[in-house]
Structures are given as C-alpha cells and as structure tokens.
C-alpha cells in the first residue's frame, strides 16, 4: 500500500548530465562502493517511507544502477520486507556492483511477470540514466507486469537522463530516487512523466567532485528557480522612469497586445505604451486599462524617443512585412526587442533576420518554422538557435527550455496544465519585457519570466489568460520569498 508523499525537499539548482555525473563519479575521492551504499540505503529509506512493508522484487541489472538495487534490498530485508531480486544479466566482475551482489543472500527469482504481478513493490534498478540501447523485451514484459507499482532507481529504466526521451518503451514509475544532482532528464518531458514523484538523495558526493563533472560540460544547465535569478530591488526614492519604459507593438488582434502590456506593467515596466501598426488597433487599445499609454499608428515614430528602451513586438501582430520593418527599425536605432508570434511569424525560414533581438519566445511550432524540428534534445535545440542568433531562445511547452548563447541553459518545471489557452504566450512576452525594461539582463528575465507566469497560473479548469495576469502580484511576492529564504 502506497503511504503519502512527504513533503518535498529543496533541490540544488544545478543539473548534471549523465556525462557529467559520471565524470564526477570518477573525480570523488570517496569510493564507488561507498556511494553505492549510501544510494542503496536512500533507495530503501524511500521505500520504506513511500509503502507499507509488502513483497518487493528488485530487478537489478548488471552496472551500477543494479548495485544500488542489490544494497537496498539487502537492507530492505534486514528491515523485515519480504524481498527476491530478478536479474537482468549478472554484474560485471570484479566491479563494485558484483560485490554488492555478493552480499545478497535472499531469494533470487525468474526475471518474468509473474514475479512482478503479485509483488506489492518493484524496484527497477535495471539500467542507469544513460541507456544505450532500448530494454529487452523480457525486461519490459516485466516492468509492465508491475502496474505502476514501481519505485525506479536514478531514472526509470530506458529513459535517457540527459534528454527526457525514452529509448523503446520505458514503465512509468510511481517514485524515481535520484542523487546528488538532477539530470535533464528529470525534468524534460516525458521523463518528467515517467518519473513520477521525484525525490533527490544526498549520497555524500564531494562538491569538488561535482564541480569536476561541470567542468567537461560545454554549457551549464539549471533548474529554472528564485535563486538561479533576482529581481530588481525596489527602490524607494525610485520613480517609473527609472524602472524604464515599454513599448508592444499590435495590430490586427488587439487582444492580444493588450494581455503583453498589462503583464507587462505588473512585472515592472514603469510606463507601457500601446503601439498600433493599424487604425483600427488604436481605437482597441483606447478601451483598455486606462493606465496605458497609445500611440498610432504609424507605430515608428517612437523609435525615435530612446527613452522608449525596450520593445516587445509581435503578440497580435500579422506576420507580414509591416511588422518585419517595424522590428528592422527597432533593432537598428538599438532597442531591446522581444520576438514573439507576428515576429517570429514574419521571419519563418530566415531566422537570421532575428538576429540582434534581446529575446524570442517561440513554441514549437514557431520554433520548426524558423530553425527546423526540434527533434529528441530539447536541450541541444535552444542552444544551438541562441548561439546562431546571439539572443536568449525561450522554448515554449510545459517544459520551457530557456537558452542563452554561451550555452547557459535552464529548464522550467513549474507550469501547470492551466496555461494550455489562449493568450498565455503574450502574457509570458509581456513579463519578459516588463522585466527586461526594469534592468534585468536577457536570460535571467526570461528565467524569471518563465517562473514568474507557472507561479501566477491558477490550477484547475476555466483559466484563462487575464487570471495569469491577475496572479502576478503573488508570483512576485513569493518569488522574492523565495530569494529571502536563500532556495528555490
């Protein structure tokens, strides 16, 4: 019987790939066999918080990750549980794990599904988080036997820990344990999925040692959080001038301008005004928030004000060539341009044409029109369109990968289903250039932007944008919370 879930601990916000976990495995002058302990006994710990005592099959493979499984249940049984291990194949000799292996002196059963159906836990320690080939199908057919009843060590079997992808059909666990660091991974889609619930072990690695598995990586990577991140401080013999001034541009779909600027005020833009390209977006604007200012058409005039520092062009904007010039203009009398929808619309195969913009918030739709399929790495495709363009990519979807251009990366993990509607891209542009105009620099805005709009996202059915927008005071207040605290 599954327990409740404890509260969750705080995680560090740097993440490690695969690559870089094994590189720190190798620098740490504490010995693999006493990591394997340590990992094996969080392994066990969570079990025994997680379930009642109940029949458990671990299903150990042959390299690390099935040592981790050896060691918890050994210490599983030592407890009292009534535990058999299942082996995929038998431990690399002379390695740490077959030693582990040794120290098992329970029942050893059939790797089939009949050992899994009838167990009331099955912990899968059957591979590590950097698979190179797909599970065999016997493998499989006993994961899947399990029926979700599975706690899985470091990944779930056949996810890779560096992309989120699975590797061929990968069992969905209940609990994933994972330590020292998250990977990728963990929090990519799917494998944020298959993870299920996520919980980080402090196996004793040395921070030199973490910080040796970094140093190979050719850009860092974070969990995006309060922390990785500060917004401005208020000042307060501050003035609105000083928190700089915003322009949106709109036109054929006023709403949707609309929801940028009024996001964009709430993030910290001390003046927003309301840009028409065409006549009719005036009249629009005219009848909204009375606390913003319109202007036009024609929308570049303003350009030549440089107290108008940042621009964010593109949300209900018609991807044409009006709106092409219009952000040519902007970029040349060497504004702050966020790109979104029209913008990015208007360059669809030319991408080049983006080059010199602060930020581009494109989803992935957007996002093949411009640079091709993302493809398996959601990772790898921020970064390489941030390098090729010299601007800050914000991937969109509900694992938002936001990348800077040196390779600097965060993944975002904090947005609800909820912000699957209409407009809720506008209002995340909006942040971005509310934050941008307020003195931010261009990742850590689109960093915070991104957290900001989960955190002001209400749960549940009947969201709609302008709730976003209303929750920003909150996701503010607790985003500077969060930063007082010293964690995310």
């Known amino acids: 019987m599954r327990l409740p879930a404890p509260r969750r601990a705080e995680w560090p916000l740097e993440l490690l790939t695969p690559a870089a976990m094994a590189r720190a495995d190798a620098a740490s002058v504490v010995p693999v ?3 394997m302990l340590a990992a094996g006994r969080a392994v066990a710990r969570a079990a025994m918080a997680g379930w009642r005592p109940c029949r458990t099959l671990v299903l150990a493979g042959p390299g690390n990750n099935g040592g981790d499984g050896y060691v918890a249940a050994r210490l599983l049984a030592e407890a009292g549980w009534p535990v058999a291990v299942a082996a995929l194949a038998a431990p690399r000799p002379d390695g740490p794990a077959a030693e582990a292996a040794l120290r098992w002196r329970g029942p050893v059963v059939p790797l089939r599904p009949e050992e899994a159906a009838r167990a009331g836990l099955v912990i899968d320690a059957l591979l590590g988080a950097a698979p190179s080939r797909p599970l065999p199908g016997e493998a499989v057919a006993v994961l899947r036997a399990a029926g979700g009843r599975i706690l899985a060590v470091d990944v779930p079997s056949g996810l890779d820990g560096g992309t989120g992808q699975p590797l061929g059909e990968v069992a969905g666990a209940a609990l994933t344990v994972t330590f020292a660091r998250l990977k990728p991974g963990h929090l990519l889609m799917p494998g944020r999925l298959l993870c299920g ?37 208020e000042d307060v013999a501050g003035h609105k001038y000083r928190r700089g001034h915003l322009v949106v541009a709109g036109g054929a779909m006023p ?18 005004t309301l840009a028409a390209t065409a006549p009719e977006a005036a009249s629009a604007f ?3 928030e009375p606390g913003v200012i319109v202007a036009g058409p024609p929308a570049e005039p303003l350009l030549e004000d440089g107290k108008r520092g940042t621009w964010v062009i593109g949300p209900g904007l018609a ?45 992935e739709g957007e996002f093949a029109r411009l640079f091709g399929p993302v493809g398996e790495d959601r990772l790898a495709a921020a970064r390489g369109a941030a390098a090729r363009l010299g601007a800050v990519v914000v991937l969109k979807g509900p694992d938002t990968v936001i990348a800077a251009p040196n ?10 289903p909820s912000l699957a509607t209409a407009g809720t891209g506008d209002v995340l542009a909006g942040i971005l250039g509310g934050l941008l105009s307020a003195g931010m620099a261009p990742f850590e805005a689109a960093c915070a932007a991104a957290w900001l709009q989960g955190e002001a996202a209400p749960e549940g059915p009947g969201v709609v944008a302008e709730d976003v927008v209303a929750g920003l005071p909150a996701a503010l207040r607790a985003a500077r919370a969060a930063a007082e605290r010293g964690r995310g």
């Open 33 to 35: 066999p006493a990591l």
């Open 286 to 288: 005219r009848t909204g």
């Open 197 to 233: 619930e996520l919980r980080l072990a402090d196996i004793g690695m040395p921070d030199a040692a973490l910080r040796a598995g970094l140093a190979g990586e050719a850009g860092q990577c974070f969990r995006n959080a309060p922390g990785l991140w500060s917004l401005p401080v």
């Open 319 to 363: 991807p044409d060539e009006v709106t092409r010039s219009l952000l040519r203009g902007a970029l040349a009398a060497g504004r702050a341009v966020v790109a979104d929808a029209g913008a990015l619309g208007a360059f669809a195969g030319a991408p080049d044409g983006l080059r010199g913009v602060a930020a581009l918030t494109p989803h």
């Open 407 to 416: 390779g600097r990366a965060a993944i975002n993990h904090n947005a609800p």
């Open 255 to 272: 709403g949707a301008a609309r929801l940028a600027a009024s996001a964009a005020r709430r993030a910290g833009a001390g003046l927003v």
